[in-house]
């Protein structure tokens, strides 16, 4: 029997990259690297014109309009579409995806996949490992729970 190939999206809110173990060696191979300078900067920043102004109805004041929703978490929310759409086009190149991001990324990754890729997703692992280097994932996944292969 084939061993089903494995994939690991290891992703936060401002960067994702696709791992996979070497088929001949012990450590992960980089698939994919994608980086959004837009989610990375702080909301004032992404949002710096002045809020709109809306008028009282009863009296001649005017007060600003809050934002329906945060821009920085918008920018959040458009990058994991992103990494969604930029995953699609490899999903005949393995046969499990293991999905690794903090708790609330998981949620807008896991609804932004095409039908077809989150068919294949066989784990979510709640943990921000985006910031290790890749020889050190190998400490990682297998603790968190690798599939056995």
Do not use: C
Request: aromatic content about 4%; glycine content about 6%.
């Amino acid at each position: 029997m084939k061993k089903p190939i494995i994939w690991y999206l290891i992703a936060d809110g401002a960067r994702a990259r696709i791992v996979h173990r070497q088929e001949f060696a012990s450590g992960y191979e980089t698939e994919l690297e994608l980086e959004s300078a837009e989610a990375r900067r702080p909301s004032r920043a992404i949002a710096s014109d002045r809020p709109g102004r809306v008028g009282e109805s009863a009296s001649p004041t005017r007060h600003a309009m809050e934002p329906r929703q945060d821009p920085h978490e918008a920018a959040k929310k458009a990058f994991m579409r992103e990494v969604a759409e930029a995953i699609a086009p490899f999903e005949g190149r393995f046969d499990r995806l293991v999905l690794v991001a903090p708790a609330r990324v998981l949620g807008e990754l896991r609804s932004a996949l095409p039908a077809g890729v989150r068919a294949k997703v066989t784990e979510e692992i709640a943990k921000d490992l985006t910031n290790t280097p890749i020889g050190e994932l190998g400490e990682h996944l297998p603790k968190l729970g690798r599939l056995p292969e």
